[in-house]
């Protein structure tokens, strides 16, 4: 008889402070990869928001002129810390080469913080649209604690001690930062531009509006982009809760989704670690 997806006991008995990047893993690699995947996409689109960050990104030109590298780049990076884990050869070869491709902008702390904070916070809150369940208190802990100990690799300063702490910065940072810029739009738009190539052309305006409809409107604002009807955010909101409900009682994942050994359209024959981030750098 079919049964609906339940969350392993053996998943769930997880310490979620000792066994972090087990439960991280588990969570992209059988739980919830497409999920991962999209809430780390829009994690990304929430940073085009503040100007000071956007700016960097602009004035590069590599989102403009090579956003389908920029963006397999960064989540290929991501993709070799969180499957290999931060420690191993693989992850530190990871991290030195996002430090070594930082190191050529001037980025505050505080938007270092912010970006890390999005990657803590989308998965759960962007994974409430996607996920045929919510994150579990430990899979979110576990993710505050596997972000943190890659921050601090980065050498990112006054990381909160606690993921409610770390949350509040989140908030009031967004309160504070979202404004809208010349530079906010740009980047965004280049990466809208990136997403829609991955569908027929004539599927381009219903993609697009589809994206407006996943932002809130403080994100739509700062960026620059049309507010979308109510009826219509309720609708791909709507379709995506179908969606979940389908996967839900789908058969669980027996194999892991791994990226990094998954065919990417930059690196159609395999990439080495310093193929990614911009060829000057």
Do not use: C
Not at 18 to 27: G, N
């Amino acid at each position: 008889m079919l049964k609906p997806r339940q969350t392993p006991p053996e998943i769930a008995a997880l310490d979620p402070i000792r066994d972090h990047l087990k439960i991280v893993q588990w969570v992209g690699e059988y739980e919830f990869p497409f999920e991962t995947q999209r809430s780390l996409e829009f994690a990304l689109f929430r940073t085009f928001a503040v100007p000071s960050i956007s700016g960097v990104l602009a004035s590069s030109g590599h989102f403009a002129a090579h956003g389908q590298k920029r963006y397999d780049d960064t989540a290929l990076i991501i993709a070799e810390i969180a499957e290999n884990g931060y420690d191993s050869e693989r992850g530190r070869d990871a991290i030195r080469r996002m430090n070594q491709i930082h190191h050529h902008f001037t980025i505050s702390n505080d938007d270092y913080l912010y970006v890390l904070s999005t990657f803590v916070f989308e998965p759960s809150r962007f994974g409430r649209l996607l996920s045929w369940r919510e994150a579990t208190n430990n899979e979110k802990l576990a993710n505050y604690i596997f972000w943190r100990e890659i921050g601090r690799r980065m050498n990112i300063q006054n990381i909160p001690d606690t993921i409610q702490a770390f949350e509040q910065f989140n908030r009031d940072y967004e309160r504070d930062h979202f404004h809208y810029a010349e530079s906010n739009h740009q980047v965004a738009e280049s990466s809208v531009q990136v997403f829609l190539q991955w569908y027929p052309k004539l599927l381009h305006p219903l993609a697009r509006q589809a994206i407006y409809a996943l932002m809130d409107a403080a994100l739509l604002d700062a960026v620059g982009f049309p507010h979308p009807p109510r009826w219509w955010r309720w609708l791909v909101r709507k379709a995506l809760r179908v969606r979940a409900t389908f996967v839900k009682w789908m058969p669980r994942r027996r194999k892991p989704f791994l990226l990094t050994q998954s065919a990417i359209r930059t690196y159609p024959t395999g990439y080495k670690m310093d193929d990614l981030g911009p060829e000057d750098h």
